[in-house]
């Protein structure tokens, strides 16, 4: 051997045929890293994931009034929120975490899922609407806020067919008032 190689194995670790034990951990976490966002990936996609740091649909309801209530007949969307079972959208609770409206001024509204059967008044109040469907559901949330006597035009100026949305919401007049539809994704 000459006095390269003997230089070569004076500072090599390991003996020839044996494998390093750090890169075989190495390659065993990146294995479970990659396992760990497949399954999450996968997870989402199937809708049976939490909302893992998303927020609840009244708090995005909310700040989209907050916002768009000195912006009239501006139609503004959320990103997509997750209703689970049992979750609703509370027209005094948005009122009341928006600071800028009554109760009386928003009107609820069915919105793309109308007919779906996913969605229903709480009881005989049209104020709360309920997450009636078993599995979790991904949805925007829309808020566009006008006169009361605007928002059809308004609707169906910015969506078409929208101005359907809010049949039966008995908005105030001319007063501001606030239409929140939940959208497809």
Known sequence: MNSRGQAFN????KKS??????????????AAVVALA????????IGSLPN??????NKVASDLVASQ?????ELRTSNPVIFVKGDSLNAEAIASASGVVTEGQLCLSEGDHYGSGDFAPAGDNDKILRYTG?????VRISVLCDT????????????????A?????GLPGSQTGCIIALRYT
Do not use: H, M, Y
């Open 10 to 13: 004076l500072f090599s670790r």
């Open 17 to 30: 045929g044996q494998k390093g034990q750090a890169f075989s951990t190495f390659q065993l976490l990146i």
């Open 38 to 45: 497949i399954l999450v990936l996968l997870l989402n996609i």
């Open 52 to 57: 893992l740091g998303g927020q609840k649909p």
């Open 69 to 73: 209530v000195n912006a009239p007949s």
């Open 134 to 138: 078993s599995t979790n559901l991904r």
């Open 148 to 163: 009361g006597e605007e928002i059809p035009d308004d609707l169906s100026a910015n969506e078409d067919g929208a101005d």
């Open 165 to 169: 949305w809010a049949g039966g919401c």
